[in-house]
Every structure is written in structure tokens, then in C-alpha cells.
Nanobody
Framework: QIQLVESGGGLVQAGGSLRLSCAAS????????LAWFRQAPGKEREFVAA?????YYADSVKGRFTISRDNAKNTVYLQMNSLKPEDTAVYYC??????????????????WGQGTQVTDSS
């Protein structure tokens, strides 16, 4: 069983930056394929970014968000710059051990964190 714990959410003005962190349990973190999703009120959960053999980004965040990992800390990050009001959502990290055929699909991931809220304060 893998546990994922997100942190770093909060209030931010449009144009600002936040860095989300997701700490994972387990001794095989190097083998995890990782992703970030988000869900705004009244909307379905949507893909944001993934890190497996390559980096993948949703068109809406490309050039503004960066996903990265620190295997020594068992942590995946989401650096969010130039935030927009439409980025307001609960952000979830997700993980799967082994290959991910469809990195943009929520169904590809086995483990999920509890989410962290990002809110535009403008």
C-alpha cells in the first residue's frame, strides 16, 4: 500500500506562483509513475501533468507548470507559475508502480492523495 500526502496549496493572486509537494511512502519510489490531477467545483477531475518515461502536460498548463521528482525524498512536485483564476481547484497527486499506458487518464493510477486546495484570491 502506498500513501500519498499533498501539501503546499493555498490562496494565491493571479500571476503568482505556488509549489505543491506530494510525499510518498514505500521503498520503491524510483519505480513509481506519478501525476497531478485537479478538480474544480462542479467539474470532473482533469489531468494536469505526468512524469513517467517523459513529461506530459495539459495544454492549459503547458509552459506555466512543471512536474518534477526527488527520489531521495520520495517526493513529487508541481511548480505552478503565472497562475490564473481558472487554476482554482483541488489538486491531487497520483501514482502507479510500473508502466502507465495512458498517463493522462485517471484510471491509469492506483494510488491517490487526499488533495490540496489552490484558490485564486484576486
Amino acid at each position: 500500500q502506498i500513501q500519498l500526502v499533498e501539501s503546499g496549496g493555498g490562496l494565491v493572486q493571479a500571476g503568482g506562483s505556488l509549489r505543491l509537494s506530494c510525499a510518498a511512502s514505500g521503498r520503491t519510489f524510483d519505480n513509481y509513475n506519478l501525476a497531478w490531477f485537479r478538480q474544480a467545483p462542479g467539474k470532473e477531475r482533469e489531468f494536469v501533468a505526468a512524469l513517467s518515461r517523459s513529461e506530459y502536460y495539459a495544454d492549459s498548463v503547458k509552459g506555466r507548470f512543471t512536474i518534477s521528482r526527488d527520489n531521495a525524498k520520495n517526493t513529487v512536485y508541481l511548480q505552478m507559475n503565472s497562475l490564473k483564476p481558472e487554476d482554482t481547484a483541488v489538486y491531487y497527486c497520483a501514482a502507479r508502480i510500473g508502466l502507465v499506458a495512458l498517463p493522462r487518464s485517471p484510471s491509469s493510477y492506483t494510488y491517490w492523495g487526499q488533495g490540496t486546495q489552490v484558490t485564486d484570491s484576486s
